[in-house]
Each structure stands twice: as C-alpha cells, then as structure tokens.
C-alpha cells in the first residue's frame, strides 16, 4: 500500500480545474462602494483548454504576457474562422447587394497580425501563432522525443516573444 500524500487535494497539478480571481464583467463604478458589486470575483478555469493558461496557472507567466496571448489568439482567430465563401449559386435579390465574406473586423485583425509579423521574425511568430493561436501545447511544437531542455527553450522563447508584443500593445509587464 502506498503512503499518503502530503499533498493538498487544491495544489494538485495534475487536475484541470483550479480557482482564480477574475475582474468582474458586470463591475460598475456607478456603484464602487457596494457590496454587491465587486471588483474582482472567484472563478473556475480550465487549465488544460490551451497551453497559456496552463503555463499561466504554473506561474510561468505573468498577467500582462496572458494579456497578449489573449488578444492575439482573439485576432488570429477573427482571420481565421470568420471567413466564408461567396456562394455564386444563391439568387440575387433586386436591389440586395452580396455580402462582403471579409469583414472589417478581419481586415483589422489581419493588418494587426501583418505588423506582429516582422518584429517576432519567422521562428517566433510561427511559435506564437502555434501555442497562442492553434492551440498546440510546447510538447507538440518541439521535436517528438525532444529533451526537457528543447520545451525549456520554447518555453523561453514564447515569453520573449510575448513580451515583445506587450511593448507593442502597450501592456504593462512586470520589469
């Protein structure tokens, strides 16, 4: 029979959900001084839904860098899942025109996408666009079969680079 773990069931890091404390949405200065009306509220997350917010539950990042993964991953994914084809088969209808499939919102997104580009350089926005934007975890961007010091360095790499788009943005970072 194995001994018991000393460890506490809440700082297990293997399980997926942990408690955080998140601004509240529905805050309103109007009503700053009342109780029923916080700044900040408990919350659950899911620490396994991306790699950010697992590398941000272990403290691997600060607020600022899950800042800017945050609105990267928002603006890759407003290029990449919003778009939709013409369907030149439908009927036109009088005086309708056809829907634009490019949104503004995309052409924003995509133009901010265009100047990130070139200040993290090809190796560090395909890392970024990888873990921020698609999804995968440092395990899967490095090498199957890659050392602890191969994750290690992408880890490291990814920080640096979302550092650099926090100076873009105007985040604030812990320095």
């Given at each position: 029979m194995?001994?018991?773990?000393?460890?506490?069931?809440?700082?297990?890091?293997?399980?997926?959900?942990?408690?955080?404390?998140?601004?509240?949405?529905?805050?309103s200065r109007a009503h700053s001084g009342d109780r029923t009306n916080p700044r900040v509220i408990p919350a659950i997350i899911n620490i396994k839904e991306s790699a950010i917010t697992m590398l941000y539950s272990r403290g691997r990042l600060d607020d600022a860098q899950l800042a800017a993964a945050s609105k990267f991953r928002a603006l890759w994914e407003a290029v990449c899942r919003g778009t939709r084809a013409i369907d030149y088969g439908r009927e036109p209808v009088d005086g309708g025109k056809r829907a634009d499939p490019i949104s503004e919102r995309q052409m924003h997104a995509a133009d901010q996408l265009r100047r990130v580009r070139p200040l993290l350089g090809?190796?560090?926005?395909?890392?970024?666009?990888?873990?921020?934007?698609?999804?995968?975890?440092?395990?899967?961007?490095?090498?199957?079969?890659?050392?602890?010091?191969?994750k290690l360095n992408a880890a490291d790499d990814l920080r640096s680079c979302l550092d650099t788009l926090c100076e873009l943005w105007g985040i604030a970072t812990r320095r």
């Open positions: 194995p001994a018991p773990s000393k460890r506490k069931p809440a700082a297990d890091p293997h399980r997926s959900l942990r408690a955080v404390t998140v601004e509240n949405p529905f805050y090809e190796q560090g926005y395909w890392l970024v666009s990888r873990i921020c934007g698609e999804g995968y975890s440092l395990g899967e961007v490095v090498r199957p079969g890659s050392s602890k010091r191969a």
